[in-house]
T-cell receptor, first 113, second 114 residues
Framework: EDKVVQSPLSLVVHEGDTVTLNCSYE??????LLWYKQEKKAPTFLFML????IEKKSGRLSSILDKKELFSILNITATQTGDSAVYLC?????????????FGKGTKLSVKP | EAQVTQNPRYLITVTGKKLTVTCSQN?????MSWYRQDPGLGLRQIYY???????DKGDVPEGYKVSRKEKRNFPLILESPSPNQTSLYFC?????????????FGPGTRLTVL
């Protein structure tokens, strides 16, 4: 059964800290891994990862995928209170259909001033 | 403005009373999908559609129906709602013919079934 496990489930840090969020997965014939950010509303897209070892970067956020060890990390440097959100990891495999998206339960990040 | 819209945004209903939640996108996207989000369970996919007239089950399809008669609309139908369908529902769409790339999410519909 395909699954996605995120850790930690919650995290409290102070502004300026660097955080690393983890996502491990098991999926039939991996196609891509996606990261989303969810504040008190709908999820918004952060990154799509398909190849191992290639870092995706957007401002203070970056992410990388390891297809051999079946995990991805999302790094946030110099955190700000506006980074407080739930970060969601999701994967798509070829095994069933490329329309089937499996989400992890998310990591709730709280950034204190 | 490019967006995914859902209606209604909030709904309180009673067990067994059929309801429809509408979803519409104005981005000419091929792929559309419905999710429900519950505390402790995260986001789970209900149904998705890769193209017009093509729909498929996600991970939690029981108790739901969908249709995709035209590209822009993807309504979610609860024929006989039950309290365990109380949840926050999101519709999403993607230009890609699948879930493997960026999806745009609607604002959500909070449904309570009494």
């Amino acid at each position: 059964e395909d699954k996605v496990v995120q850790s930690p489930l919650s995290l409290v840090v102070h502004e300026g800290d660097t955080v690393t969020l983890n996502c491990s997965y098991e999926v039939t014939n991996f196609r891509s891994l996606l990261w989303y950010k969810q504040e008190k509303k709908a999820p918004t897209f952060l990154f799509m990862l398909t190849s191992s070892g290639i870092e995706k970067k957007s401002g203070r956020l970056s992410s990388i995928l390891d297809k051999k060890e079946l995990f991805s990390i999302l790094n946030i440097t110099a955190t700000q209170t506006g980074d407080s959100a739930v970060y969601l990891c999701a994967v798509v495999g070829y095994g069933g259909s490329q329309g089937n998206l499996i989400f992890g339960k998310g990591t709730k990040l709280s950034v204190k001033p | 403005e490019a967006q995914v819209t859902q209606n209604p945004r909030y709904l309180i209903t009673v067990t067994g009373k059929k309801l429809t939640v509408t979803c519409s996108q104005n981005m000419n996207h091929e792929y559309m999908s419905w999710y429900r989000q519950d505390p402790g369970l995260g986001l789970r996919q209900i149904y998705y559609s890769m193209n017009v007239e093509v729909t498929d089950k996600g991970d939690v399809p029981e108790g739901y129906k969908v249709s995709r008669k035209e590209k822009r609309n993807f309504p979610l139908i609860l024929e006989s709602p039950s309290p365990n369908q109380t949840s926050l529902y999101f519709c999403a769409s993607s230009l890609a013919q699948g879930a493997y790339n960026e999806q745009f999410f609607g604002p959500g519909t909070r449904l309570t079934v009494l």
